[in-house]
């Protein structure tokens, strides 16, 4: 079964402090896709990263950082000197080669106090 | 290039009455999805098209179907609309034939049934 765990329903920081945002998925497929998208309170979804299962490499992204571990099926999301702006929703999603189907996690809600 | 449109933004509607939510790609996507975003549950897919004229069933598919008659267009319908289905409504499309591409997503709809 494909599933993925954000176990930080909600997280508050002052601003310029850095924030993980933990994510844990489970599949049984050796191909698979993981996601992080971002949902500002307007509402909308927004894509960050895309990451397949061949690669481990963790990425920066300007304050963004993604550590992406097979070993303990994590997908983790750093923001570094976090800003009021990053306040959102963040979702952590799983995507498998053999489906057609994201699986979402029921997100994390990051607030960045002034 | 608009990306993904959803139409209407907002619609309140009366315990069984029916309605129709348009979504529209204009990035010749091949696979589009409809998804439901409830409190706490993260995003739950309703139902998905691999290609014009297919349609399939995601994780809560009923009280819903919907229609692909032409590729850049994917339609929900709600034939006897209950509360339970007050929810914020999104279309997303993607690009490759797994369909694990990335994911764009439209603004949502939010609708509520009274």
């Known amino acids: 079964a494909q599933k993925v765990t954000q176990a930080q329903t909600e997280i508050s920081v002052v601003e310029k402090e850095d924030v993980t945002l933990d994510c844990v998925y489970e599949t049984r497929d050796t191909t698979y896709y993981l996601f992080w998208y971002k949902q500002p309170p307007s509402g909308e979804l927004v894509f960050l990263i895309r990451?397949?299962?061949?690669?481990?490499q963790n990425e920066i992204s300007g304050r963004y950082s993604w550590n992406f571990q097979k070993s303990t099926s994590s997908f983790n999301f750093t923001i570094t000197a976090s800003q009021v702006v990053d306040s959102a929703v963040y979702f952590c999603a799983l995507s498998s080669y053999t489906g057609n189907q994201f699986y979402f996690g029921t997100g994390t809600s990051l607030t960045v106090i002034p | 290039n608009a990306g993904v449109t959803q139409t209407p933004k907002f619609r309140v509607l009366k315990t069984g009455q029916s309605m129709t939510l348009l979504c529209a790609q204009d990035?010749?996507?091949?696979?589009m999805y409809w998804y439901r975003q409830d409190p706490g549950m993260g995003l739950r897919l309703i139902h998905y098209s691999v290609g014009e004229g297919t349609t399939a069933k995601g994780e809560v598919p009923d009280g819903y179907n919907v229609s692909r008659l032409k590729k850049q267009n994917f339609l929900l319908g709600l034939e006897s609309a209950a509360p339970s289905q007050t929810s914020v409504y999104f279309c997303?499309?993607?690009?490759?034939?797994?369909?694990?591409?990335?994911?764009?997503f439209g603004p949502g709809t939010r609708l509520t049934v009274l």
């Open positions: 990451r397949n299962s061949f690669d481990e």
């Open positions: 997303a499309s993607s690009d490759l034939a797994s369909g694990t591409d990335t994911q764009y």
């Open positions: 990035m010749n996507h091949e696979y």
